[in-house]
């Protein structure tokens, strides 16, 4: 019963395997069927897919050294997990943004692993000004923090009126009882006497 609950909170997970399917798989078309460097137009000069091999984090961003961004990516990918794990009943718009990081972090980590760096091979841009290349873990992660920044900033939290809607459970002509002691004196006085 418990397991089959985890399950249902956390059933997101389909979506990030399916973010990590399908970035392996573009990776691995890329890698087979490009040499290292090499470009192809999709798009006209807006959409190329370039294949090269990135030592740092996502779009080419490189602080420390290589064991570093494999270290950090592992912690990173265990605590996003955890906090997935924490807010399994929380709304799913919450959960699908976590999702979509998870399954970004765990594409790259297995290129890190296989590999020793991450393949990118998305490349957007008009002539020589272009964007860093990326991939689809990438792109997934992005969508993720953009997701959360935004629910962050924008989700309305319930005034104090609207979060609650029980009524006081003592008589609204009277003032409410000070203490334990007021609320027995009431039982007191309205037991009947024989």
Do not use: C
């Not at 080419?60 to 990516?73: D, E, H, L, N, Q």
């Amino acid at each position: 019963m418990a397991l089959v609950n985890l399950l249902q909170g956390m059933g997101v997970l389909s979506i990030s395997a399916l973010i990590v399917g399908l970035d392996q798989l573009t990776k691995l078309r890329v890698k087979d069927r490009f040499f290292l460097g090499e470009s192809m137009e999709v798009l006209g000069d807006l959409l190329r897919f370039t294949y090269i091999e990135n030592p740092g984090m996502a779009f080419g961003i490189r602080i420390g050294g290589k064991y570093f961004f494999t270290i950090f990516a592992t912690l990173a990918t265990a605590v996003i997990l955890f906090y997935l794990y924490r807010i399994r009943h929380e709304r799913f718009l919450s959960r699908f943004s976590l999702a979509l990081i998870f399954g970004g972090a765990i594409g790259n980590l297995i290129d890190r692993y296989a590999y020793g760096q991450v393949i990118d091979f998305i490349d957007v841009g008009l002539g020589q000004t272009r964007w860093p290349v990326f991939n689809v873990a990438d792109s997934a992660v992005t969508v993720g923090m953009l997701m959360l920044v935004f629910f962050v900033l924008f989700e309305r939290e319930p005034k104090p009126a609207e979060a609650t809607t029980e009524t006081p459970s003592f008589p609204q002509n009277k003032p409410a009882p000070s203490d334990e002691s007021d609320n027995w004196r009431e039982v007191r006085d309205r037991t009947p006497r024989a």
